[in-house]
């Protein structure tokens, strides 16, 4: 199997830079990330959409801080640093993406500072947009590696690894407000969120499998209305700030996953994948 990947570009790009920039500075809440990482992302687009004033600190997967791995031994990232105590001059951790994510809506929740809630109120939608972070996180993310990974020694065909993803894919978005434009219509949400990052990596299926698959406007076959609703919900995704502002440059996006590519990469996720365990 491959080599650890250090060649792996070091900081952000493009707009991603500037918004990084723009939280470099010392802040008792601090989220540790990676610039590629999808999961990262997740943390950071809810913090843009929540306006919560933080720090941003750049993790090294290869050269950890040994500062940050007494916060959280395991060295994986997201992970959030949160004040406590007097003054909040401690700190404890928190990680697993969509466990941040829901912290932070539930403790920032003053909708003139913080906006809307990310959840809805209603216990019943709620619980139902929770099934669907479980779709994404359980079903799409998983598929999403086993078809970039795929090599012909793969027990499974790169066209079954396609199609797993777009079922799951179609799966998900049958379950949309059908008249959206996001999945609980007007509203922005968590849910969203939680798609979001790997919705901006697809285009890494035409650089290096040969095309996802979705069929272009008018295609679509008895499917059409399912894409059509398919593709209101990424254009709108794609388009919203907090998506873009937390964006690298594609062209490192493309360098970073090569190795997902080649399934020639050491990381957690596609070890994980591999050896058909949950994602950590």
Same mark, same amino acid.
């Given at each position: 199997?491959? !080599?650890v990947?250090?060649?792996?570009? @070091?900081?952000? !790009?493009?707009?991603?830079?500037e918004?990084?920039?723009?939280?470099?500075?010392?802040? %008792?809440?601090?989220l540790?990330?990676?610039? &590629?990482?999808?999961?990262?992302?997740?943390?950071w687009?809810?913090?843009?959409? +929540?306006?919560?004033?933080?720090?941003?600190?750049?993790?090294? %997967?290869?050269?950890?801080?040994p #500062?940050?791995?007494?916060?959280?031994p395991?060295g994986?990232? %997201?992970?959030?640093a949160?004040?406590?105590?007097?003054?909040?001059?401690?700190?404890? %951790?928190l990680? #697993?993406?969509?466990?941040?994510?829901?912290?932070?809506?539930e403790?920032?929740?003053?909708?003139? +500072?913080?906006?809307?809630?990310?959840?809805?109120?209603?216990?019943?939608?709620?619980?139902?947009?929770?099934?669907?972070?479980?779709?994404? !996180?359980?079903?799409?993310?998983?598929a &999403?590696?086993?078809?970039?990974?795929?090599?012909?020694? +793969?027990?499974y !065909?790169l066209?079954?690894?396609?199609?797993?993803?777009?079922?799951?894919i179609?799966?998900?978005? =049958?379950e949309?407000?059908? *008249?959206?434009?996001?999945f609980?219509?007007?509203?922005?949400s968590?849910?969203?969120?939680m798609?979001a @990052?790997?919705?901006?990596r697809?285009?890494?299926f *035409?650089?290096?499998?040969?095309?996802?698959?979705?069929?272009g406007?008018?295609?679509?076959?008895e499917d059409?209305?399912?894409?059509?609703?398919w593709r +209101?919900?990424a254009?709108?995704?794609?388009a919203? =700030?907090?998506?873009?502002d937390?964006l690298?440059e594609r062209?490192?996006?493309?360098d970073?996953?090569?190795?997902?590519?080649e399934?020639?990469?050491?990381?957690?996720?596609?070890?994980?994948?591999?050896?058909?365990?949950?994602?950590?």
């Amino acid at each position: 199997m491959g !080599s650890v990947d250090t060649s792996l570009h @070091p900081h952000t !790009s493009g707009r991603a830079a500037e918004y990084a920039k723009a939280h470099s500075s010392t802040n %008792p809440l601090i989220l540790y990330g990676g610039w &590629f990482c999808p999961f990262v992302q997740r943390t950071w687009i809810t913090l843009h959409e +929540k306006n919560i004033p933080h720090q941003y600190v750049e993790i090294n %997967p290869y050269q950890k801080d040994p #500062e940050f791995l007494k916060l959280n031994p395991r060295g994986l990232v %997201p992970t959030l640093a949160v004040p406590v105590g007097r003054a909040n001059k401690q700190q404890k %951790p928190l990680y #697993e993406s969509a466990v941040i994510c829901e912290y932070l809506d539930e403790v920032y929740n003053d909708p003139a +500072k913080h906006g809307p809630p990310l959840l809805p109120a209603d216990a019943y939608e709620r619980a139902r947009c929770r099934i669907w972070i479980d779709h994404i !996180s359980g079903r799409i993310v998983p598929a &999403f590696y086993r078809f970039l990974q795929h090599s012909d020694s +793969k027990p499974y !065909s790169l066209d079954e690894a396609r199609a797993e993803l777009l079922h799951h894919i179609k799966t998900f978005i =049958q379950e949309a407000d059908p *008249d959206g434009p996001f999945f609980l219509g007007e509203q922005f949400s968590m849910v969203d969120i939680m798609l979001a @990052p790997w919705l901006c990596r697809l285009f890494l299926f *035409d650089v290096y499998k040969g095309g996802l698959g979705i069929p272009g406007e008018g295609k679509g076959g008895e499917d059409e209305q399912v894409w059509q609703r398919w593709r +209101k919900w990424a254009k709108a995704t794609e388009a919203r =700030q907090s998506v873009l502002d937390t964006l690298s440059e594609r062209r490192q996006y493309i360098d970073a996953y090569r190795r997902y590519a080649e399934d020639t990469t050491q990381s957690e996720v596609a070890r994980a994948t591999r050896a058909g365990r949950r994602l950590p």
